[in-house]
Nanobody, 115 residues
């Protein structure tokens, strides 16, 4: 079984940066792809970015050019570097992964962009 834990959230001013981390434990070799989603207050959860187990990234149009998804050399931690943050990026960010037994989700972490 895979477990995912997010970290690195918090509050930042508009134009600032944050880096989120998603650390996987358990049967990490079962992970095919890791994604980030986010859910803003009163809105549906939306896709943000993903990275395959061959390190191919993909981004939603709303974050392309501002966010970068990557993994560490051990392939156990997925990062989401977020630059040029704006109020519309305020949301709970969730890490999730496709695994051999299905999709696993982390608990989510708050990101607040406010002056």
């Amino acid at each position: 079984q895979v477990q995912l834990v997010e970290s690195g959230g918090g509050s930042v001013q508009p134009g600032g940066s944050l880096r989120l981390s998603c650390t996987a434990s358990g049967n990490v070799r079962d992970i095919y792809l890791t994604r980030w989603h986010r859910q803003a207050p009163g809105k549906s959860r939306e896709y943000v970015a993903s990275i395959t187990n061959t390190d191919d990234p993909d981004y939603a149009a709303s974050v392309k050019g501002r966010f970068t998804i990557s993994r560490d050399n051990a392939k156990t931690t997925t990062y989401l570097q977020m630059n040029s943050l704006g109020p519309d990026d305020t949301a709970v960010y969730y890490c999730n992964a496709d695994t051999r037994i299905g999709v696993i989700w982390g608990q989510g972490i708050q990101v607040t962009v406010s002056s």
